[in-house]
């Protein structure tokens, strides 16, 4: 991750000098999860179209941005975000975007990465399962686990408090366990002892593990 960070970051340093081929690394590697992230807000079929608009403005104001990788995440981020509600009050519609101001009393140890917590959810299904939660708990996961962002950083996008979006993410992952054991029923595997409280060590182990990807340090 750090390794990948540091590509990033020197992408996006020579995309602001012009290079046109460092531009196209960055859109290769920051797209897919942006536009994940779109997709929490509007409707498949307008997603592309959004993210689209979102990456016209970054390659426009991209010399005005300063910061590393994870910087530029975030930026990206709030320029999809705005772009996405743009979308909406156009339409006349707005998202449902609620918030618990709460904060978590503690949060588990470890320093497991986004990508075990994507793999532990099932990359295939992750989208389609992140799409079912409530609003702030869709938005809070992607931007933490997905685009990758600290909770801080998350908060500046959303526009709320820290704690907030944590608690939002943990409450979250956990309804994404739940979802996942769910939809596990629907997939015929002889082999596989049934979901539930018994269920395999991979299924009860989701929340536990993609929680301590968002683990401060």
Do not use: C
């Amino acid at each position: 991750m750090q390794g990948d960070d540091a590509e990033l970051t020197a992408a996006v340093l020579a995309a602001q000098g012009g290079d046109e081929v460092a531009f196209r690394i960055v859109y290769r590697t920051v797209h897919p999860r942006l536009l994940g992230y779109v997709r929490t807000l509007v409707s498949d079929a307008d997603a592309e179209d959004v993210t689209s608009e979102a990456w016209l403005q970054i390659a426009r104001d991209i010399g005005r941005f300063s910061g590393d990788a994870d910087r530029f995440r975030g930026w990206a981020a709030r320029i999809a975000r705005n772009r996405a509600l743009d979308h909406l009050r156009s339409r006349g519609r707005r998202p449902v975007i609620g918030g618990d101001e709460s904060d978590l009393a503690v949060l588990p140890a470890g320093a497991d990465t986004a990508d075990e917590a994507l793999e532990a959810l099932g990359t295939g299904r992750t989208m389609a399962l992140i799409s079912r939660l409530p609003q702030d708990q869709a938005e809070a996961v992607v931007l933490r686990v997905v685009v990758g962002l600290d909770a801080q950083s998350a908060a500046q996008v959303l526009g709320k408090r820290a704690g907030a979006v944590r608690t939002a993410a943990h409450r979250g992952l956990r309804k994404l366990a739940q979802l996942l054991e769910e939809s596990a029923e629907d997939l015929p595997d002889a082999g596989e002892p049934p979901p539930g409280p018994n269920a395999s060590p991979t299924t009860r182990g989701v929340t536990h593990k993609a929680t301590r990807t968002l683990r401060e340090t």
